[in-house]
């Protein structure tokens, strides 16, 4: 009687309740910042009163990479704050038990990036990001077509695990080449998230 057809039991909310929400912000621009992080099951964004919208994911892990790779940055002119929803129905508040690993007292300035060199030319950001994910926490992952790609994790560990386990391995044929962003000065890979930090 209570079987869940897209979550498994036990399994997070797939919900992202985000808070203080630009009222200008219309629903294809939030499915849009969201569908970065996974595919979307559906995007509510309240009117009256403005200020609010729920976003349910189809795989409750794309969630929490949106809660943490979303909260505290600016969508619009304001900067919202994403957070699980406990409940599920348009008006069911956020949830308290978890809250973004990588925001804290640092707020989001330190990234925890990795940058990979030659990977399968039909590697997609999310084959990619689900590969990473059996290494540690992903927040956010992208490719370009000429085989590079990069991967923000969720800690530094996380970081360092996947360098030290991934660099000159084979992933579908290709030798990779995996380092730490900043340790080539940064700047590449950032197309997608650019859009964030506006």
Same mark, same amino acid.
């Given at each position: ?10 399994r997070m909310s797939s919900r992202v309740y985000f808070g203080n929400l630009d009222p200008n912000v219309t629903q294809n621009e939030?499915? &849009?910042?969201?569908?970065? #992080? ?12 403005? *200020? #609010?919208? #729920? ?18 940055? &600016? ?21 308290? *038990? #978890?809250?973004? =690993?990588?925001?804290?007292? *640092?707020? =989001? ?20 990001k689900d590969e990473m994910r059996r290494i540690g926490g992903v927040i956010y992952a992208d490719v370009d077509n000429r085989g590079d790609g990069v991967v923000e994790f969720a800690s530094a560990e996380d970081l360092e695990s996947a360098v ?35």
């Amino acid at each position: 009687k209570h079987s869940e057809p897209t979550l498994r039991r036990g399994r997070m909310s797939s919900r992202v309740y985000f808070g203080n929400l630009d009222p200008n912000v219309t629903q294809n621009e939030l499915e &849009r910042e969201c569908n970065a #992080f996974g595919r979307t099951a559906s995007v509510w964004v309240a009117r009256s009163p403005p *200020g #609010f919208a #729920f976003v349910e994911f189809e795989d409750s892990r794309d969630a929490e990479d949106c809660v943490r790779g979303l909260n505290d940055t &600016r969508i619009g002119n304001q900067r919202v704050r994403a957070e699980i929803a406990r409940n599920k129905g348009k008006n069911a508040g956020p949830g308290g *038990g #978890f809250g973004p =690993r990588t925001t804290g007292a *640092g707020g =989001r300035g330190t990234k925890h990036r990795a940058v990979l060199k030659n990977l399968p030319p039909s590697y997609s950001w999310k084959e990619l990001k689900d590969e990473m994910r059996r290494i540690g926490g992903v927040i956010y992952a992208d490719v370009d077509n000429r085989g590079d790609g990069v991967v923000e994790f969720a800690s530094a560990e996380d970081l360092e695990s996947a360098v030290s386990k991934l660099d000159g391995s084979k992933l579908d044929g290709n030798v990779v080449t995996v380092y730490k962003e900043n340790q080539d000065g940064g700047g590449r890979g950032d197309a997608r998230r650019d859009d964030y930090d506006r």
